[in-house]
């Protein structure tokens, strides 16, 4: 698609290889504009290990969006060692970002804009973060990037008449949710994996998902001091 958004993952690894993935999404939508495959394999299927939060039928909807935008990724690290050091690179339009890590962690970023952006009525709402990419993101960072994706998208929906939530409470609702996505799409990566890498990248993401919804109020109270300057009434 021209005009695309392109976010460009490059794993070297240690003995050498390259493994290369580059993920094209709508300026607009930020959608997934990759075609799907035409020989889908059995795990994409929807109904197969069908996520039991999921509100898609598969008589209008016989691929699971998420898993069938996943076939090249977890074909190319379906024999890979989760604990395999490499070097990561990631480029987007505004910069480049790399760091020495291992192959679940960069992994576990990539399949975070993967799944966001396939069209999976759950994950959408986690979308907006993939325009602001942050690879290799600790909790905290990611903490702090989905409460300011939330309360941005609070703000507008009253501009545009709906009664906001400022709680946050939308926000933990939605990690739940996510992580029985999560819990489910694992036992699909079981069927498309020989070795461990693509499963523990998506373990690795949901433990980031968990520390996001148990402990939203929690971990941002630990940031009250670098917020001093908001100290008392507006204005």
Not at 82 to 98: C, G, N, Q, Y
Not at 220 to 231: G, H, N, P, Q, T
Request: hydrophobic share 45%.
């Amino acid at each position: 698609m021209e005009g695309a958004y392109p976010i460009h993952y490059l794993f070297r690894m240690s003995e050498g290889t390259e493994v290369e993935f580059t993920v094209r999404l709508d300026p607009e939508t930020l959608l997934n504009v990759a075609p799907l495959p035409e020989a889908a394999p059995e795990w994409t299927r929807l109904e197969f290990q069908k996520c039991p939060n999921c509100s898609l039928a598969p008589q209008q909807m016989p691929l699971c969006p998420t898993a069938a935008q996943l076939v090249e990724a977890a074909a190319g690290f379906s024999q890979t060692l989760s604990f395999e050091e490499a070097e990561v690179r990631v480029d987007v339009p505004e910069r480049s970002m790399s760091a020495r890590t291992t192959v679940q962690a960069g992994l576990s970023s990539l399949l975070g804009i993967y799944m966001s952006t396939s069209g999976c009525p759950i994950l959408a709402k986690l979308r907006p973060m993939v325009r602001f990419h942050l690879p290799f993101a600790t909790p905290l960072e990611t903490m702090f990037r989905s409460t300011s994706m939330y309360l941005v998208g609070q703000f507008l929906r009253m501009q545009e008449g709906h009664a906001p939530d400022w709680t946050l409470a939308g926000l933990a609702d939605t990690y739940r949710e996510t992580a029985e996505v999560n819990r489910a799409f694992a036992r699909r990566l079981w069927a498309a994996s020989e070795k461990d890498a693509n499963i523990n990248a998506l373990i690795l993401l949901d433990v980031f998902t968990k520390a996001v919804s148990d402990s939203i109020e929690d971990r941002l109270v630990e940031l009250k001091s670098i917020f001093s300057a908001w100290d008392g009434p507006a204005g």
